[in-house]
Structures are given as structure tokens and as C-alpha cells.
């Protein structure tokens, strides 16, 4: 990647005074490592694995086309992301999930005839049943549940083993399979679980995956039922801290296979859903600095653009991992920390604090690692008006 972006910050660069002219600020996605990655993730699964991509992780049509071939689905979170995955005609099945969805958003889903329905409440389940008996669809379904996570560590963001809007409490099951019962248009599939994000532990992780087994297997025994799929999540992180002490897939998926064969699961489907560690590392945010500032004994670099693009450190409250292409000009700051910040009139639209740097000047680029996911797309980015980045794909 680093090649083929530094040729084009080159390019860019001589293609102008660039402080003279519009400073530059972009998002620049390798769609080239995103296949090789997405590929590599898809080869290290245990056979009876399937990778979706959560599209809400970035849904840009050109990363999206460029997974297709290497994933296995997609799964959409709203009738919006549903509506556009569906556009684009890729042949390969959506699934929907996500809390609070409406009747119409249900219709809409039977209309478009996705693969499975996530149900994460007893009020989503009759809203669907009654859709299905009037309809006349079948519709395949799963219960996403909300289970207890004892004796597993937790991440920092958790959407499970504790109160929240998302799923079903195991004490809704019995009731939810009672209505399973007398709705024969709902297809039960089995149990959808997505605890939590930011993961950075393949221990853990690996834990969490046993947790699961083991409740599936319990239901199995105590409900008569069988599930013949379970979806696991997402949630693999993504290390903004220690860029180079990364999440081990490879570790993960041979740990994943020993416990598939401990648990008896192998014949049934294994589905995740992952976001962040799909697009992530195919993206980078570059700004040009456009002023260099000094205010009570601290720099600051005021680059082109800011939160209002790139809302991912202010989301995480992290300094987000950066590194300076220098671009020809006589430096201004030498051997000391400046704190990145953007074009906004908050004090909260800081990227990094205390970047140490050798030299920077007016017209360099700050590229900021790790920006293909839940970026642009979380960001708010009609406060103040400025305009958009522009995108480029290196393919
Ligand atoms: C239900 C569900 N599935 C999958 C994901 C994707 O998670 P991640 O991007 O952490 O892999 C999320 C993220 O919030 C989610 O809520």
C-alpha cells in the first residue's frame, strides 16, 4: 500500500504549490489490499464458516464491489443499507439485522426477499409473523439473544452480557419459540449473537465463540430444537494503539476449528459478520497542513478538513495513528509535538494530541492509517459546510 500511496502523495504534491493553490484532503482506499485481505480472511476460516461483511462498517459502492467476489453476503442494519446492497445486484445474499425495525422496514425486506431476518425483539417477531400470514412469503429467521457473558473478558464497546437495546433476554425465548410455533411461515435457523466490538483478543475472542457453543447446545437440549446455523458477530478490533500488534486471524481461526470440533459443530453453519477488520486497513485520511500555529507553548497543525470527515479518534477518543509526507517545503516545526487538529470551531476537533514530529511545514500531508472504517460514514459532515474530501481508489 504504502508504495502506491506515497507515489500518489508525490503526484500530488508537484502537481502544484499545493498551500498556494486548494490544499488537498482525501480518503484514499487500496481496494487492492482490501481483496487480499478479505481473501485471506475467507482462506483461514474452518470449512463450515461463512464471512459476511457488515456493510455499516463502510458502504462505499467500490469497497463493496470489491468484497463481493471474497465474501460470502452482506448484512445490512437498516432498510437504507438494505435498499442500497440491494442496488447493486451482486448475487450474493443480504441479511438484516439491527434493533427497532419497522413493519415496513420488515415488508421491505420480505420484498427483497433477503436470505435471513435478525429478530432482536417479541414485538419485531409478531410484527414479521403478521407480514408473513398476509403475505404469504416464508421468511428465514434468527433470534439474535443477549446472553450472559460470565468468565468472559469484556471489550469497550459491549452490545451484550448486560442490559441493552439489543436482542432478546434469554427469559423471552420460551415465548419467542411459542410464537415460532404457531407462525409456520417463520423459518427458525437459530441463535445470532453479537456481544461486543473492538475485540483485540484472540483468547477472549475464542472464548466468547465457546460461550456460544455452549448456550446453543443447552437450548438445543432443553427447547427440542436445532439450530442449524448460528451467527457470531462481528466485533473483531482493530489496534489504533500498537498498529503493529494487531488481531491474529490466522491464530483465531485455528483455535476456531479445535473448538468447532470440542463442541460437535461442524455440522452446522458458522456465519460472521465482521465490519471494522474487514475495511479498516485499506483506508487512509490525508490532509494538507494549511497553517502552522503556536498558542500557550503548544503547535498546532491546522490541516484541510477535520472531524467533519474523519470522526473515527473523536468517536474512540484515541490519537489516531498519523504519519507526515513531507513535501519539499522548509520546515517549520523541528523536533517537537504538535497536536492535529481541523477546520472546525470546537476545541473537540483534535485528530492527535501531541504528535511528535521532526519537521513539518506548511503543504505536507498527514495520513492517518486505519481510516476505512466507520469513518466518513459516521462522521457529521454537514456541520459548518465545508466541502467533502475527495476519494480516490488505488486499484
Ligand atoms: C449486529 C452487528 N453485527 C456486526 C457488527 C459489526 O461489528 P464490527 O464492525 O465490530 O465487526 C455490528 C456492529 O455494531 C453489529 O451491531
Redesign the pocket.
Known amino acids: 500500500m504504502t508504495n502506491t500511496l506515497n507515489t500518489l502523495l508525490i503526484e500530488k504534491a508537484n502537481s502544484g504549490t499545493p498551500s498556494d493553490t486548494q490544499p488537498w484532503c482525501a480518503y484514499v482506499y487500496d481496494l487492492h489490499a482490501l481483496a487480499a485481505h478479505a481473501q485471506h480472511m475467507k482462506q483461514q476460516l474452518p470449512r463450515n464458516c461463512q464471512l459476511y461483511y457488515?456493510a455499516?462498517?463502510n458502504p462505499d459502492v467500490r469497497l463493496l464491489q470489491t468484497l463481493a467476489p471474497h465474501v460470502d453476503g452482506f448484512?445490512a442494519?437498516s432498510a437504507g443499507e438494505l435498499a442500497h446492497l440491494n442496488k447493486q445486484q451482486f448475487g450474493k445474499p443480504l441479511i438484516f439485522?439491527?434493533p427497532g425495525k419497522t413493519s415496513e422496514d420488515l415488508q421491505q425486506a420480505l420484498h427483497q426477499q433477503v436470505a435471513c431476518i435478525h429478530v432482536e425483539s417479541l414485538t419485531e417477531l409478531k410484527r414479521l409473523a403478521l407480514l408473513c400470514a398476509h403475505t404469504g412469503r416464508t421468511q428465514a429467521i434468527m433470534l439474535r439473544m443477549n446472553i450472559a457473558l460470565d468468565g468472559v473478558a469484556s471489550s469497550k464497546l459491549q452490545?451484550g452480557g448486560q442490559a441493552t437495546p439489543f436482542g432478546l433476554d434469554p427469559s423471552d425465548l420460551g415465548g419467542a419459540l411459542a410464537l415460532l410455533q404457531e407462525s409456520p411461515k417463520l423459518q427458525f435457523e437459530g441463535f445470532h449473537f453479537?456481544s461486543m466490538?473492538?475485540q483485540l483478543s484472540v483468547e477472549n475472542h475464542l472464548k466468547l465463540m465457546a460461550r456460544y457453543f455452549e448456550i446453543t447446545r443447552q437450548w438445543e437440549s432443553q427447547w427440542h430444537i436445532r439450530c442449524k446455523l448460528l451467527n457470531v458477530?462481528?466485533?473483531?478490533g482493530v489496534n489504533y494503539e500498537c498498529v503493529d500488534e494487531q488481531f491474529n486471524w490466522s491464530e483465531f481461526c485455528n483455535g476456531l476449528g479445535q473448538l468447532i470440533t470440542q463442541h460437535d459443530m461442524q455440522t452446522r453453519q458458522i456465519r460472521f459478520?465482521?465490519?471494522?477488520?474487514v475495511s479498516a486497513f485499506c483506508g487512509h485520511y490525508v490532509m494538507e497542513v494549511i497553517d502552522l500555529k503556536q498558542s500557550h507553548g503548544q503547535w498546532f497543525a491546522i490541516g484541510k478538513g477535520g472531524t467533519h470527515h474523519f470522526r473515527t479518534p473523536a468517536a474512540q477518543n484515541h490519537n489516531h495513528p498519523v504519519w507526515v509526507h513531507r513535501n519539499g517545503q522548509a520546515a517549520v516545526v523541528l523536533n517537537s509535538t504538535v497536536n492535529v487538529v481541523g477546520q472546525l470551531c470546537t476545541p473537540k476537533d483534535r485528530l492527535h494530541q501531541q504528535l511528535p514530529v521532526q519537521e513539518l511545514a506548511l503543504g505536507d500531508f498527514l495520513v492517518f492509517t486505519l481510516a476505512g472504517?466507520y469513518a466518513w460514514n459516521i462522521s457529521h459532515q454537514n456541520f459548518l459546510m465545508h466541502a467533502p474530501p475527495e476519494v480516490v481508489y488505488l486499484d
Open positions: 457488515a455499516k462498517a448484512e442494519a439485522g439491527g452490545m453479537h466490538s473492538h458477530g462481528g466485533g473483531i459478520e465482521c465490519g471494522r477488520y472504517a
